[in-house]
């Protein structure tokens, strides 16, 4: 899998933080296995370094999985380790999701329930 994380000006993207993006992903995305080509990350400060908030820096990650869509999701925080985490969050339940949905083991009839027919004379 390819991890990859793009940082705007007024953010961090030192070698601590792509360690740390790298550790995240891994470890939410390990249970995917083959099925997860690349995680791509762009955090960014929605305000710039003008203005601060709460929440202004956000992490969109996007997922990029083999034979299907890719999925994208965004998450802002107060700092970067808050929204990476919070996006990784949401990647690992869209994921799922989303694998899911295109699973063919996900998607058998069940059989019909068998017709039970109830005897007045049975009945006590």
């Known amino acids: ?4 994380l793009h940082s705007g000006h007024n953010t961090d993207g030192s070698q601590p933080m792509v360690d740390h993006f790298t550790a995240v992903i891994k ?3 390990g249970r995917f296995g083959d099925r997860v080509m690349r995680v791509e ?3 960014t400060d929605v305000n710039g370094h003008a203005k601060s908030s709460d929440d ?3 992490c969109t990650l996007e997922a990029r999985l083999v ?3 890719a999925v994208v999701v965004k998450h802002q925080a107060g700092n970067a380790h808050q929204a990476i985490d919070g996006a990784v969050r949401k990647l690992k339940r869209a994921v799922g999701a989303e694998i899911a949905k295109h699973d063919p083991r996900g998607h058998r009839e069940r059989p019909p ?3 039970v027919e ?3 004379d049975d009945a006590v």
């Open 1 to 4: 899998m390819q991890i990859l």
């Open 27 to 29: 470890a939410a995305m």
């Open 41 to 43: 990350a762009h955090l």
């Open 56 to 58: 202004d820096i956000q």
């Open 67 to 69: 034979s299907l869509d």
């Open 113 to 115: 329930a068998p017709d």
């Open 118 to 120: 109830v005897n007045a």
